[in-house]
């Protein structure tokens, strides 16, 4: 399982899209945190001197960047996974991996934390930003704590739910929009739960960003963490479920 993660993880960083995606990434999150601070030290900070319990550059600056990382990385996940299963399926190399003397879940799970290695290389180079603020300013190691919780949970998810879309299909392409499909309406389904029209708690409930956001405000709830946890496991197990039936069909 380990020799598949690392082999998985070497395959992507074999990849020039890897590096691509890691450099237009830091670009984006380099200007959105530079941009973020500017505006709190310039804009918000002097308009919050004196109130009482005004938020601070954990909750302004760091929980912005989370918020943005989540949804760029909706975009950006369905890119990485879609090569895991459906690429081996198209070369005709899946037949070759599942005949090997391993059982699926040691599979399933090799690809998905390689995966998911390669996900904390991202969100360490995310984290180094704020993390830097900390020679400056005294930050709230709570809430920075909770929010990079939530994020590897969020992205956790998003890994788990693009594997089980890449092992439907032998085309990339089909289970990056796939990926991408689910993941955009879990975020409407959250959008039309929270507004204001059209309140449901059922919705936000089963929408990612309904449980990420109490970790970007530093609450740790057992509900929000059962949610992604079996959010993952069930996505492992479909994943597990359908290369099994694909050994036993041939």
């Given at each position: 399982m380990f020799r598949i993660a690392r082999n998985e993880l070497k395959r992507m960083f074999y990849s020039p899209m890897a590096w691509i995606i890691l450099a237009i990434l830091q670009l984006i999150f380099a200007f959105i945190f530079l941009y973020t601070l500017d505006q709190y030290l310039t804009v918000l900070q002097p308009a919050l001197v004196g109130q009482d319990n005004a938020p601070g550059i954990t909750d302004i600056v760091i929980a912005s960047l989370y918020l943005w990382a989540g949804v760029i990385m909706l975009a950006v996940m369905p890119l990485l996974t879609m090569r895991l299963l459906a690429e081996e399926r198209m070369n005709q190399t899946l037949v070759l991996l599942t005949s090997a003397p391993l059982s699926m879940t040691q599979i399933?799970?090799?690809?998905?934390?390689?995966?998911?290695?390669?996900?904390?290389?991202?969100?360490?180079?995310?984290?180094l930003m704020p993390l830097s603020l900390a020679l400056g300013t005294p930050l709230d190691w709570g809430k920075l704590s909770a929010a990079l919780l939530g994020l590897i949970l969020l992205l956790g998810s998003f890994a788990a739910a693009g594997l089980f879309l890449s092992s439907l299909t032998k085309q990339p392409i089909l289970a990056a929009i796939s990926t991408f499909g689910l993941l955009l309406f879990l975020v409407v389904i959250y959008i039309s739960g929270s507004s204001a029209n059209s309140t449901s708690e059922l919705f936000v409930y089963l929408s990612h960003f309904g449980h990420f956001t109490a970790f970007l405000e530093g609450m740790f709830n057992t509900t929000d963490l059962v949610y992604y946890l079996l959010f993952i496991v069930g996505f492992l197990l479909l994943t597990i479920h359908k290369l099994d039936s694909g050994r036993l069909q041939g």
């Open positions: 399933v799970l090799g690809k998905y934390l390689g995966l998911m290695a390669f996900v904390l290389v991202i969100i360490s180079i995310i984290s």
